[in-house]
């Protein structure tokens, strides 16, 4: 919507120089005139609102959700939409309405999802904000892979209304939207924004003493058989950040091994699929890719891709056969659901009011095109915290030997987001955040 954005910003001209005062414009439009970018699941009035869903590619937006109604409101000029994996259910970000999403640091890799055409339009200087949303990581991985700052508020500050799929039954409380950025100074007013009211249940005002901080450290997740090993560079790269806290600000990074976090991906998995208090079943994911359309049998769209004739994508066909084995063995899913339960007071115990867990944003630097498709749940580094509930910050920590970005996730319990993105501003000072690519 470019020629529309440069009307507005024409309009921001003329209200700055009518001149009525730079205290009025701050506290009124706190982010007048700064262009933003919006994933497509969203939204944005006048736009297309497909979510990489073949049967929606005429769909267009005739309203905006309610994040972007408040950036707008806030004096922000939406650029457009970006692209995200087909249902926002993949992390590669690629669908057979627009194509695939490539990696501004290397082309041949992917971008993460679902909100990866966020972190690639961040990463690549074309926008300054994005909207992301995330149920298993997709605003982390995409801001992980792509360089940028991404975060995961805690669960049920900021609306989800607007964006399609959005979540029902027990996953809301998973769903979280929430900001992506090229620098971390801006997380916390672009987050004040999107949450409105509820900004109140965050401790944004307080002021953070980075010396008090309980810090801990988790190297990876313990050795799951899902998930690759933690690359020795993402190692290197969490320990340069434990020894640069212990020697400028004199704490000690507490060392701990969580057991429960070797099973992230099947205590996501069965608590995803779990019943809600009122005992509504989980949204099926092959009634969403027929859209109240026509039944969509994942069987038969298997047949089709493999003569390429489905209008799906592979992961998403996947999900469609996978999804009811997950309630094939109730018994062990509820275990799953207890251990789930008990993660949570164990985490929320550990970090308590002051403290900082230092963890994976994911084992492996950004990953070639279709690869995923071989480690399908690396995303349970991310996904985790989503059933947790907890406020997650992931900041990046320069590139890799092979011009790569690297990060780490910064996690919190329940409503300490300041913690995060305070310690999130300090990394980006020590490691120098965002990387312009080409640069080396």
């Not at 919507?1 to 001209?13: G, K, W, Y």
């Not at 801006?186 to 409105?196: C, N, Q, S, T």
């Amino acid at each position: 919507r470019f020629e529309e954005a440069l009307q507005e910003a024409q309009q921001v001209d003329k209200l700055l120089s009518e001149g009525p005062g730079d205290e009025y414009l701050e506290e009124k439009f706190p982010l007048l005139g700064v262009p933003i970018t919006v994933k497509e699941a969203f939204s944005l009035y006048g736009m297309p609102n497909t979510s990489g869903l073949v049967n929606r590619r005429n769909v267009i937006a005739t309203s905006d959700a309610t994040v972007v109604s408040r950036l707008k409101q806030a004096g922000a000029i939406p650029l457009g939409v970006t692209n995200c994996s087909e249902l926002c259910m993949w992390y590669e970000s690629s669908n057979r309405v627009y194509g695939r999403t490539n990696n501004p640091y290397d082309l041949q890799r992917i971008v993460g999802g679902s909100s990866g055409g966020e972190g690639s339009v961040l990463a690549a200087a074309c926008s300054v904000i994005g909207v992301g949303s995330d149920i298993g990581g997709s605003i982390r991985m995409p801001a992980f892979f792509n360089g940028v700052f991404g975060h995961k508020p805690t669960t049920g500050v900021v609306p989800n209304d607007g964006q399609f799929p959005n979540a029902h039954g027990v996953r809301t409380s998973y769903l979280c939207t929430g900001p992506m950025c090229r620098y971390a100074e801006d997380l916390e007013p672009v987050l004040r924004v999107m949450a409105g009211p509820g900004v109140s249940k965050l401790k944004l005002n307080e002021k953070v003493s980075l010396e008090k901080i309980k810090f801990h450290c988790m190297d990876h997740d313990g050795g799951s058989v899902f998930v690759s090993p933690v690359d020795k560079e993402i190692l290197q790269a969490q320990k340069k950040v434990v020894e640069h806290l212990e020697s400028d600000l004199g704490v000690q990074v507490q060392r701990v091994a969580i057991h429960k976090m070797k099973y992230s991906f099947q205590i996501w998995s069965a608590m995803m699929s779990s019943k809600d208090s009122e005992g509504q079943e989980a949204q099926r994911f092959t009634d969403l890719l027929g859209d109240h359309g026509k039944p969509v049998w994942p069987l038969w769209e298997l047949m089709k891709w493999l003569v390429g004739m489905s209008s799906h994508t592979l992961p998403a066909i996947a999900l469609g056969l996978t999804e009811k084995l997950v309630n094939l063995n109730l018994s062990g899913k509820a275990k799953l659901v207890s251990m789930g339960k008990s993660l949570q007071e164990e985490m929320e115990a550990l970090l308590g009011p002051d403290g900082v867990l230092l963890y994976p944003s994911h084992p492996t630097i950004a990953p070639k095109h279709h690869s995923p498709i071989c480690m399908p749940f690396n995303f349970a580094y991310t996904a985790i915290f989503n059933v947790l509930g907890l406020p997650v910050t992931q900041c990046p920590l320069g590139l890799g030997s092979e011009g790569l970005p690297l990060g780490i996730q910064l996690v919190a319990a329940a409503y300490n987001d300041h913690l995060t993105l305070a310690v999130a501003q300090y990394l980006e000072k020590a490691f120098g955040g965002w990387v312009l690519p080409g640069k080396v």
